[in-house]
């Protein structure tokens, strides 16, 4: 995470506890769904109930996180891209607290498909929807992490993919419930579980905006993809501006340090 110093060196250290406190929780998360898909393909009772309990540490991890921003905006009161940033984590810590709720949803269903025995139709749909949603996730977090508001403006983009792959995992399923009405209960299950990844990716969209705002300072939601380029282009300037201002600083302290050889 690139941010601009503060003077105070307690809020740096309170922000990027901050920060790492986000991250911590996502890395949660992420496993939270991982599992949870594992749990399902593989009909493991077992790890299904882990992800559950999981939930306890995700929904801890938010009250936590709330306290600390709260703490943090009360005591230092940050103002311009400290705010931005800030208050980007707060509400990247509600999409990260739902995505361990879809999380459960899908644990939750595993259990049901487990219980019913035979493996239920559409588990190839879901192992390909869930690679996407899951690498959407994982480079919203990257983006967040490094400040990357072209990784973030990719993950993005990447949300169309995935809502077409959810479009047309729905047909298929439609097709084996026309194919075999037998297998309703189960297809349903397995629409429900692709509901809950197609939810998480959404998240993690909402996640790559919040990097692009806090960076450019550009609220980029319900925005077109020409108007996010030139958000992201913003925060690629803002981004040179602020390596170019640190580089210089660091030239100026070294040569301070040298001897006069006039």
């Known amino acids: 995470m690139q941010s601009d110093k503060h003077i ?8 990027d ?8 929780m996502g890395d949660h998360a992420a496993s939270q769904v991982a599992k949870a898909i594992h749990a399902l393909i593989d ?5 299904a109930q882990e992800v559950i309990e999981m939930d306890f540490d995700i929904n801890r991890q938010e009250v936590e996180l709330d306290e600390h921003i709260l703490l943090l ?14 208050m980007s984590i707060s509400k990247g810590v509600v999409d990260l607290e739902r995505i361990g709720d879809e999380a ?7 259990n049901k498909l487990a219980a019913q025995g035979k493996s239920a139709y559409g588990y190839a749909e879901v192992q390909h929807l869930s690679n996407q949603v899951r690498l959407m996730l994982h480079n919203a977090l990257e983006a967040f992490s490094q400040s990357n508001a072209e990784q973030a403006f990719e993950v993005m983009r ?20 026309m194919e075999d009405a037998r297998h309703v209960s189960k297809v349903i299950n397995i629409v429900w579980v692709l509901r809950a990844l197609e939810r998480i990716g959404d998240h993690a969209q909402n996640i790559a905006e919040l ?9 980029v939601r319900h925005s077109d993809y020409a108007l996010v380029e030139k958000a992201v282009q913003e925060a690629n300037d803002r981004m040179a501006a602020r390596h170019d201002g640190a580089m210089s600083e660091n030239m100026s302290t070294t040569d301070a340090g040298l001897p006069d050889t006039d």
Do not use: H, W
Not at 158 to 177: G, K, P, W
């Open 8 to 15: 105070s060196k307690s809020f740096d250290q309170d922000l």
């Open 17 to 24: 506890e901050a920060i790492r406190l986000f991250l911590v």
């Open 43 to 47: 009909k493991d009772d077992t790890l």
């Open 73 to 86: 905006v009360a005591k230092r009161q940050p103002a311009a891209g400290d705010l931005r940033l800030v």
């Open 104 to 110: 459960v949803k899908i644990a939750k269903m595993a």
């Open 158 to 177: 990447n949300d169309d993919v995935v809502n077409e792959e959810y479009q047309s995992a729905m047909r298929a399923l439609m097709t084996y419930i």
């Open 211 to 219: 990097v692009i705002n806090y960076i450019s300072g550009q609220d």
